[in-house]
C-alpha cells in the first residue's frame, strides 16, 4: 500500500512537512505555523528525526521513508495493544484482539497519511499497557510507565490523555471505595502523577529551547477556540474561527472571547436546537466506516494526479482507494459494512465486559464516556476523530468476539 499509494497529502501534514523543509518560503501566519498549532509538534520531530535518519544512511528524504516509519509505529502499537490485551484476559483474546485489530485498520489507507491521528496510537497502547500491568502486578515500574505514557500521549494528541484521565479517576476512586492497602495505593498513584509532571515539564523545556522551530508562545491557539469550533456547522474545523483568532492581536483575551463565542451559539440554537445538532454532531463523527479517508481536509486532502491510475497492481489499488477511483464505491462499501458489523458488537459487549474486573471494567466505561463527551463538545464531526480512541474500542469489541466463539467457557476472560 505504501509502495503503490504514497503521495503528497494536504492541511496540517504538509504543513508540517514544510515547516521542516521549506519555511522560508511559507508566508503569512503560516511562517510561524507551530507557533500557533504547538500540538503538531510531535509529528514535527519526528519528520526532522526521520530526515536526519535519512541524511546519516545517504537515503533520500521522501513521503515513501515517512509512511514506513508510520507503519512501523502502527505495527508497535498494534502489537503494544494485543499484550495490554493479554495481560487484562488471556492469550486467546490477544490472538482474537490481533485478527480484529488487522480486520479493522490492517487494510486502511491511512497508513499513506502520517500523522497525529496514527503516531498517537503508539502511546495510547503503551499507555494501555502500563495501566493493564499496573492493575495485575501494582508495581512502581507499571506506575512509573504509566506517567510518562500519560505524558506522551498529551504531546502527542492532547485528546489522547483521555485514557489517562480515566485510568488516574478510577484508580482514585478505588482508594476512595476500597480501603485496603491504601498506603501502596497512594503510592502508586504519587509515582505515576509525578512521572507524568517531570515528563512534562521536561518536554516543555526542551520546546521552549529547541532552536529547530523556534516557538513564539505567545501566539500559542487557545483550547478555547477548539470548544467555539465545536458549536458551528457539524462542529468540525473553521478557517473562519481560525483566522479570527489568529488576527486578533488581544491574545490574551482569546480564551473569554471564544468561550463567550460559543456560548452565543449554543444560546442561538436554542433548548431543542444544541440537543439536535449534537445529535448529528455525534453521527458526522461515528458514521463512517473509512474514518473521513477522502473527504477529511477539502478537495487537496490527497494529490491523486501525483500518482495516476495505470494497468499493474498499483494502478488498481489507486482506483480502489482514490476517492475519485472508479473501485472507489468498493472500498468505501466494505469499510461501511465492516463498521456497521463493528458497532453491533459493541453494543452487545456491554454485557459481556461484565468478565472483567470493576477496575478495569470502569476505566472502559470512563474512557468510551470521556472520548464521546470531547467529541461533543470540542471540534469533531468528522470520523477521523475515532482513529485515536480505537483502541478503547478494540478491548471489549474483542471480548465479544471472544463469548461468541467460546460461549461456554464464562471465565474465559475473566484476570
Not at 143 to 150: C, E, P, R, S, W
Not at 178 to 201: A, G, Q
Not at 212 to 217: A, F, G, R
Not at 292 to 302: C, K, L, V, Y
Request: with cysteine; hydrophobic share 50%.
Amino acid at each position: 500500500m505504501i509502495t503503490n499509494l504514497t503521495t503528497f497529502v494536504g492541511w496540517d501534514p504538509q504543513q508540517t512537512l514544510l515547516s521542516l523543509v521549506a519555511r522560508p518560503k511559507m508566508g503569512g501566519w503560516l511562517h510561524e505555523y507551530l507557533s500557533y498549532d504547538p500540538n503538531n509538534l510531535a509529528l514535527y520531530y519526528l519528520f526532522a528525526f526521520i530526515q536526519k535518519f535519512c541524511h546519516i544512511f545517504h537515503i533520500p528524504f521522501s513521503m515513501f521513508i515517512i509512511n514506513y516509519f508510520n507503519m512501523f509505529i502502527i505495527d508497535l502499537s498494534l502489537i503494544l495493544l494485543c499484550w495490554a490485551i493479554r495481560v487484562l484476559t488471556n492469550k486467546i483474546s490477544a490472538l482474537i484482539g490481533f485478527v480484529t485489530i488487522i480486520l479493522l485498520f490492517g487494510f486502511s489507507p491511512w497508513i499513506i497519511v502520517t500523522y497525529t491521528d496514527t503516531l498517537s496510537l503508539l502511546p495510547v497502547s503503551f499507555e494501555i499497557l502500563a495501566f493493564a500491568l499496573l492493575i495485575k502486578r501494582k508495581s512502581y515500574i507499571a506506575a512509573l510507565l504509566l506517567g510518562i505514557a500519560g505524558s506522551l500521549s498529551y504531546f502527542v494528541k492532547p485528546s489522547s490523555a483521555i485514557y489517562y484521565i480515566a485510568a488516574i479517576i478510577v484508580l482514585i476512586l478505588t482508594i476512595c471505595f476500597d480501603k485496603s492497602f491504601i498506603r501502596r495505593k497512594l503510592l502508586l498513584i504519587t509515582v505515576t502523577v509525578l512521572s507524568t509532571i517531570i515528563v512534562s515539564c521536561s518536554l516543555q523545556l526542551f520546546n521552549t529551547h529547541q532552536t529547530m522551530y523556534p516557538i513564539d508562545s505567545h501566539l500559542a491557539t487557545s483550547p478555547t477556540q477548539y470548544l467555539m469550533m465545536g458549536a458551528q456547522g457539524n462542529g468540525g474545523y473553521s478557517l473562519e474561527d481560525v483566522l479570527s483568532n489568529i488576527n486578533d492581536p488581544d491574545k490574551q483575551s482569546l480564551p473569554r472571547k471564544n468561550i463567550n463565542e460559543y456560548l452565543n451559539r449554543i444560546q442561538k440554537m436554542g433548548i431543542f436546537g444544541y440537543p439536535k445538532f449534537l445529535a448529528n454532531k455525534f453521527y458526522q463523527t461515528n458514521s463512517d466506516g473509512s474514518f473521513g479517508w477522502g473527504t477529511e481536509g477539502g478537495p487537496d486532502f490527497i494529490n491523486q494526479n501525483t500518482r495516476p491510475y495505470s494497468d499493474d497492481f498499483g494502478g488498481l489499488l489507486r482506483r480502489f482507494y482514490w476517492p475519485l477511483g472508479d473501485l472507489a464505491y468498493i472500498f468505501f462499501t466494505i469499510a461501511q459494512m465492516s463498521w456497521i458489523l463493528i458497532t453491533i458488537l459493541l453494543v452487545l459487549s456491554f454485557k459481556k465486559i461484565e468478565r472483567l474486573t470493576l477496575l478495569t471494567k470502569n476505566w472502559l466505561y470512563l474512557t468510551i464516556i470521556g472520548a464521546n463527551v470531547f467529541l461533543l463538545l470540542f471540534e469533531a464531526g468528522r470520523s477521523r476523530f475515532l482513529i485515536q480512541f480505537l483502541p478503547v474500542y478494540i478491548i471489549p469489541l474483542t471480548i465479544v468476539v471472544t463469548a461468541i466463539l467460546y460461549p461456554q467457557n464464562t471465565k474465559l476472560t475473566s484476570n
